[in-house]
């Protein structure tokens, strides 16, 4: 089966302008994460959708952070302004749980995006 | 807040070895725990799920404990090869039902 695709695979920015990322996640999965993760540190959970809803955005920064899942299947990701500290890979990540325990699955990984804010 | 704990400092073993990873937690005990690898690059891939009524899990040269009473998950790769060597991942849901991941243990095998 296809996997979970992202692009970008690598972005260069300098800070104060906007990114944007997209995710395709395999078909069928309900859940759908985004996760930020700084090199040398483990993946740090963003945003959290269940189908086109979001169940947890409690680590997004939304004063520059958004996130939308239209119709309950690709997803983008967007910074604006980006910040020097924003250099990081942000992973996508699908799953196939349902119903509202929906972290209690197994998550397939894209590649990521690299992102170098200068 | 739940914390995990890895030993940030690689791992280096000998072809043939068995490598041992740590994974420690600092509240409450998880409904299971998760493990995954990471190559450079890529991103997660999972390998094994534990859950908390389990003491131990297998998978091929892959073993996984649990241990509540410890707070902690250790994970064995026996027979370990050079195509092992990656980072390791331990993960586990919070108290608001998120799935957080420690740091990671660089694995590093050598011939």
Redesign the interface.
């Known amino acids: 089966e296809a996997g979970?695709a992202q692009s970008p695979r690598y972005k260069i920015i300098e800070k104060r302008q906007s990114v944007a990322f997209w995710c395709n996640p395999i078909s069928g999965h309900a859940t759908l994460?985004w996760?930020q993760q700084i090199l040398?540190?483990?993946?740090?959970?963003l945003i959290?959708f269940q189908n086109n809803g979001v169940v947890?955005d409690?680590q997004l920064p939304k004063d520059r952070f958004s996130a939308e899942r239209l119709k309950g299947v690709d997803s983008t990701l967007k910074i604006q302004p980006a910040k020097l500290e924003d250099s990081a890979v942000y992973?996508c990540?699908s799953s196939l749980a349902h119903g509202t325990?929906?972290?209690?699955e197994?998550?397939?990984?894209?590649?990521?995006t690299?992102l170098s804010v200068l | 807040s739940q914390k995990?704990e890895?030993n940030?400092e690689a791992l280096n073993i000998q072809e043939g070895k068995t490598a041992t990873l740590t994974c420690n937690y600092t509240n409450y005990s998880p409904?299971?725990l998760?493990w995954?690898r990471q190559d450079p690059?890529?991103?997660?891939?999972?390998l094994l799920?534990i859950r908390e009524n389990e003491k131990e899990k297998r998978k091929e040269r892959l073993k996984v404990t649990f241990d509540t009473t410890l707070k902690q998950s250790l994970f064995h790769i026996t027979a370990s090869q050079p195509a092992d060597s990656a980072t390791y991942?331990c993960?586990l849901?919070d108290n608001?039902?998120?799935?957080?991941?420690?740091?990671?243990t660089r694995l590093q095998v050598f011939p």
């Open positions: 979970v994460y996760y040398g540190q483990g993946p740090k959970l959290q947890d409690s992973l990540a325990s929906a972290t209690n197994k998550l397939f990984f894209g590649s990521g690299q | 995990i890895q940030s409904a299971y998760q995954y690059g890529r991103g997660p891939v999972f799920l991942l993960a849901l608001t039902d998120k799935l957080i991941f420690g740091t990671g």
